[in-house]
């Protein structure tokens, strides 16, 4: 009977500290992003990651008192991941109908992206809009809104795995304009020193961006989290963070 009763203590000590593992576990939040500049900057030299919309989460994260991991992945894996693995969310996703279902929203992080296009500064055509470039072919980056966006109205679209890549391909001629978020696309020529070789011509939409989590995270959890981003909007902490990197420039 002793040992009976000593068998049975150890494995009920045993559950308890499996279950305490666990739920301390499941109470860590993966965050995913990729290198969207302002809004997500992930470090070339380093790989740290910041921007305005990373700032908004680490804030948001701190006042929920929220154990996180916070790393940069390609798009499109970034995209599976959240889908896929509980208690792991995804920034800065654009939220659309086709997205509605599948995720969890947080939000919205960034409230006016709008989308431009981009062309050859010395491209003699000078469309005006969107109708205007149906017989040409976009260049946008692949599971991404934007191409998502062109390919539902029927637009033909070469889809690059990285948006980076995008600049080099609309000068080697692989497609006839780049279609992107404003913000991003003057960053990435910036950072690749094309400014002056590819230029924007017209805004075509604008979207908001959210913090997009697996379907599993507990409705609760969710609520909290758009509250205090709430109250991060009445304090002015979010406008801090959004004239730090001159959103509203």
């Known amino acids: 009977m002793r040992f009976g009763l000593f068998v049975f203590i150890v494995t009920m000590c045993c559950c308890i500290l499996a279950s305490a593992f666990g739920q301390a576990s499941a109470s860590?939040?993966?965050?995913?992003?990729?290198?969207?500049?302002?809004y997500n900057i992930v470090s070339p030299l380093n790989g740290q990651i910041t921007g305005a919309s990373t700032e908004k989460i680490i804030e948001l994260?701190?006042?929920?008192?929220?154990?996180?991991?916070?790393?940069?992945?390609?798009w499109s894996r970034a995209?599976?991941?959240?889908?896929?693995?509980?208690?792991?969310?995804?920034?800065?996703?654009?939220?659309?109908?086709?997205?509605?279902?599948r995720f969890k929203w947080i939000g919205p992080l960034v409230k006016h992206n709008v989308w431009t296009?981009?062309?050859?500064?010395?491209?003699?055509?000078?469309?005006?809009?969107?109708?205007?470039?149906?017989?040409?072919?976009?260049?946008?980056?692949?599971?991404?809104?934007?191409?998502?966006?062109?390919?539902?109205?029927?637009?033909?679209?070469?889809?690059?795995?990285?948006?980076?890549?995008n600049p080099r391909k609309l000068l080697y001629g692989r497609f006839d304009f780049w279609a992107t978020g404003r913000l991003l696309g003057i960053a990435t020529l910036k950072a690749q020193g094309l400014s002056e070789k590819i230029v924007p011509i017209f805004?075509?939409?604008?979207?908001?961006?959210?913090?997009a989590c697996n379907v599993n995270l507990s409705q609760k959890r969710v609520d909290r989290f758009n509250r205090l981003l709430r109250k991060m909007?009445?304090?002015?902490?979010?406008?801090?963070i959004e004239a730090r990197y001159k959103l509203h420039k």
Do not use: I, W
């Not at 154990?67 to 992945?73: G, N």
């Not at 995804?90 to 086709?98: C, D, I, P, V």
């Not at 296009?117 to 980056?141: I, K, N, Q, W």
């Open 79 to 101: 995209l599976e991941m959240t889908r896929n693995d509980a208690d792991t969310c995804l920034f800065s996703t654009t939220r659309t109908a086709e997205r509605e279902s």
């Open 28 to 38: 860590t939040l993966t965050l995913l992003t990729e290198n969207y500049p302002p």
């Open 117 to 165: 296009v981009f062309a050859r500064a010395d491209d003699t055509r000078h469309p005006a809009s969107l109708e205007e470039l149906r017989p040409y072919t976009m260049g946008a980056y692949r599971k991404a809104a934007v191409g998502d966006y062109l390919a539902l109205k029927g637009f033909t679209t070469d889809l690059a795995n990285y948006d980076a890549d």
């Open 61 to 74: 994260m701190h006042r929920a008192g929220q154990a996180y991991t916070l790393t940069s992945y390609p």
């Open 203 to 211: 805004d075509f939409h604008q979207v908001e961006m959210y913090l």
């Open 233 to 240: 909007e009445d304090d002015g902490t979010v406008a801090k």
